[in-house]
């Protein structure tokens, strides 16, 4: 089976000089370090770079930078690399404009969680690869025979249904499974923590290795070319696009389950204060777009976690979680910050797309590329991405 792992980097810099010594690709040389323990060497490795220079940093210098990311890559790893940056985006939009496809040139991008993923699977697709393996490049690998685990019985009927995607566990930096809920007073009505570890849990106390799941974990995931090929994210939700991967590929008949020997380290960095705002901000959009999107398919179970934030009672949820947080910086004395967690209450009250409108037609729209597309089409811009 020809497999790609494909690995979403995100670096953030004051100058080119600094692209080196930056948190993102620390975290990204330490992932790609990690692949060296892989038993099996016969795959690719597609690098989705995504350079997000400060101001005054200019475009001017992608070029610089992706080359010397490529001296870097090419010292780190010695498998086929494909490494894909924002040098290359502007090749491919236009060439989507050509070809006809100008609706899904606008979402072929390095930024939101969807798109990046998105752009690594129309690459995946042009390079035939049948199974494509997503790992976040805050993640490491540390079992030899991750990769066939990965893709065993992916393609096969199991229980009478064709298995064309998986997800699997996140470790902690411990090794455990079941994450340590925060104590954050604010969150006590949104405390998605409590409610994952109780998908755990069910998951742990069966005895099968594969069951389905109300969740999917971005970088631990596994998705089959027949799947792949029909199904993108969705690019309109702005976090949550790996759970929201799952409804969509439900509501079109296909198979994810969710495999308990698929595993890596998720070894994250300290979250900040920034952080909690901006997941709050994303999760209250997600799950009301999400309420509406499940509201108009194929039933679905989603219980206890998203299910438990799709309710009616989300509306008062978010409210008070949003004064709540707000009320914790203003007893902190960070005015500004608190001003801004009064202003998510705005969210509750916007008229929104009806999330199906949305993302229907570029389903069909990537259905149709994908049905016209192959390597010999992207030809030099391909051959240059090589490492």
Not at 159 to 167: A, H, R, S, T
Not at 342 to 349: A, E, F, K, Q, T
Not at 376 to 387: A, D, R, Y
């Amino acid at each position: 089976m020809k497999k790609a792992i494909i690995i979403p980097a995100y670096l953030r810099f004051s100058h080119p000089d600094a692209l080196l010594t930056s948190e993102g690709f620390g975290l990204t040389k330490r992932a790609i370090q990690s692949l060296e323990i892989l038993n099996d060497r016969d795959h690719t490795l597609i690098l989705l770079v995504s350079m997000n220079p400060a101001e005054g940093g200019g475009e001017h210098s992608f070029g610089e930078m992706d080359q010397c990311l490529r001296k870097e890559i090419k010292n780190l790893r010695a498998g086929k690399t494909f490494l894909f940056s924002n040098l290359h985006l502007s090749g491919v939009r236009q060439h989507l404009k050509q070809r006809g496809f100008p609706f899904l040139s606008a979402f072929v991008d390095l930024q939101g969680f969807s798109n990046i993923r998105n752009t690594g699977l129309l690459l995946a697709y042009v390079l035939s690869m049948e199974a494509v393996i997503f790992i976040d490049n805050d993640e490491v690998v540390e079992d030899p025979l991750y990769l066939k685990i990965a893709c065993e019985h992916l393609n096969e009927p199991y229980e009478g249904k064709l298995l064309q995607g998986k997800g699997g566990f996140y470790l902690d930096a411990n090794g455990d499974i079941l994450l340590p809920s925060p104590r954050l007073w604010w969150r006590i009505l949104w405390n998605k923590t409590k409610w994952m570890n109780e998908v755990w849990k069910s998951l742990l106390a069966s005895p099968e290795r594969y069951l389905p799941s109300p969740i999917l974990l971005g970088g631990n995931l596994v998705l089959h070319r027949q799947l792949y090929s029909q199904i993108p994210f969705d690019p309109y939700i702005p976090r949550g696009e790996d759970t929201d991967y799952l409804i969509n590929a439900h509501q079109q008949g296909f198979c994810i389950l969710f495999d308990k020997e698929l595993k890596v380290k998720h070894l994250h960095p300290p979250r900040t204060g920034e952080f909690f705002y901006e997941e709050l901000r994303g999760d209250i959009e997600r799950f009301l777009y999400e309420r509406e999107k499940v509201s108009s398919g194929m039933p679905l179970s989603l219980d206890p976690y998203p299910g438990y934030f799709l309710r009616r009672t989300l509306y008062l949820k978010a409210f008070l979680t949003a004064l709540l947080l707000a009320m914790d910086y203003f007893k902190k004395r960070k005015w500004k910050e608190g001003a801004k967690c009064l202003d998510l209450m705005s969210l509750l009250i916007q008229k929104r797309k009806q999330a199906p409108m949305s993302y229907v037609p570029f389903c069909a729209e990537w259905g149709r590329w994908m049905a016209t597309f192959h390597e010999k089409t992207l030809g030099p811009l391909l051959e240059s991405c090589w490492v």
